[in-house]
């Protein structure tokens, strides 16, 4: 018997939150546990932050640039979040999917409906509760990253984000981080062994079903 377990479908592992909510952490600890999980790096027009690194975070391009590439159908979703342009290019994508890779979205409640409108039998959507909104802004504060005014801004954002956690398949509260980041953990191990993603099952089942014993 060969024990090949391929061809498979990848899965498209969309994780939103609202800011402060921990997804950044958890998701890079899934990345680092996780050779074969490639990130998707968005296009942006907002400008680079002190501490990014342009194509490792974002890649930062114009307004006209960013308008280029939808007219060129080069997204497979964009949405404007507060005031810039977001999106994610579909090229990559489309090769890691062909290649039975998995990739992970950091990406906002428009992105994670559109890609599942787009992609029903790839998409597995996740949404990050904090454990309070004062806790939120705890975390905010701690991070040092934004001064007060952006944070309040965060913080009534976070609203509007959380308003649409009941399209995401799937739902927890991001308390204590090891115990999320074992639920992040499952449902991607959970994800990767549904049948339909793993094509390599029915040629297996055939060569156990005629295998002379
Ligand atoms: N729809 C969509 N949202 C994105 C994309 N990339 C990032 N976002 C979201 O845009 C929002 C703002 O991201 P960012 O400017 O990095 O700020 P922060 O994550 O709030 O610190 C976050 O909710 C991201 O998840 C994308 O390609 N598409
Ligand atoms: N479960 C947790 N408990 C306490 N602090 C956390 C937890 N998860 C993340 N954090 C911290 O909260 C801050 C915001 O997390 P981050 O991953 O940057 O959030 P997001 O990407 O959702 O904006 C960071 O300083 C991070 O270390």
């Known amino acids: 018997m060969s024990n090949e377990r391929t061809p498979r479908r990848g899965v498209l592992l969309i994780v939103a939150s609202p800011s402060g909510a921990g997804k950044t952490s958890l998701c890079r600890r899934l990345m680092a546990d996780h050779a074969g999980l490639e990130l998707s790096i968005s296009m942006t027009t907002r400008p680079i932050r002190p501490g990014e690194v342009a194509d490792r975070d974002y890649h930062f391009v114009s307004h006209e640039e960013f308008q ?16 810039n342009r977001y999106g994610s290019p579909r090229a990559p994508i489309d090769r890691a999917l062909a290649e039975g890779r998995d990739v992970l979205f950091d990406i906002d409640w428009q992105g994670a409906r559109d890609i599942a409108e787009k992609c029903p039998d790839d998409a597995v959507r996740v949404f990050i509760l904090p454990p309070s909104l004062e806790e939120l802004r705890r975390r905010l504060v701690t991070r040092s990253q934004d001064d007060d005014e952006v944070i309040e801004r965060r913080i009534q954002n976070a609203k509007g984000e959380i308003a649409h956690c009941d399209m995401f398949d799937y739902v927890f509260v991001n308390d204590d981080f090891d115990r999320s980041y074992a639920e992040l953990a499952h449902i991607y191990h959970a994800e990767r062994s549904k049948r339909r ?6 040629h297996y089942r055939d060569a156990l079903l005629n295998e002379v014993v």
Do not use: P, Q, S, T
């Open 68 to 83: 280029r590439l939808i007219d060129e159908d080069a997204f497979l979703e964009w949405a404007d979040v507060h005031g």
């Open 197 to 202: 993603r793993n094509l390599w099952v029915a």
